[in-house]
């Protein structure tokens, strides 16, 4: 069992910067894949980065790669994503979600969730 709490977001302009956290309670968490992800009103939810249990496998959505980062740090069970160059676009509520074992694009395939935090990015 997993308990994720997303803090960080917030309002920002175009071309800003903001590091979101998902931070995790449960004993195990290190042996869990995470995911972020996003849904702006009126859309689906979308996959946005994800991160193997170890760190050393990442992969992101063609939207984001180059300008957001995934990170963890299981020692401290929080996850981070980085957001730099924030375009309008990206404006959604921001979901962190964790699965055992592999990481995957779906979201409907992981099992916690966090309740999500805003990111508004005006131009």
């Known amino acids: 069992q997993v308990q994720l709490v997303e803090s960080g977001g917030g309002l920002v302009q175009a071309g800003g910067s903001l590091r979101l956290s998902c931070a995790a309670s449960g004993r195990t968490f290190s042996s869990y894949a995470v995911g972020w992800f996003r849904q702006a009103l009126g859309k689906e939810r979308e996959f946005v980065a994800t991160?193997?249990?170890?760190?050393?496998?990442?992969d992101y959505a063609d939207s984001v790669k180059g300008r957001f980062t995934i990170s963890r740090d299981n020692a401290k069970k929080t996850v981070y994503l980085q957001m730099n160059s924030l375009k309008p676009e990206d404006t959604a509520n921001y979901y962190c979600a964790a699965r055992s074992g592999s990481y995957v694009f779906a979201w409907n395939e992981y099992d916690y969730w966090g309740q999500g935090t805003q990111v508004t990015v005006s131009s």
């Open positions: 991160i193997s249990w170890s760190g050393r496998s990442t």
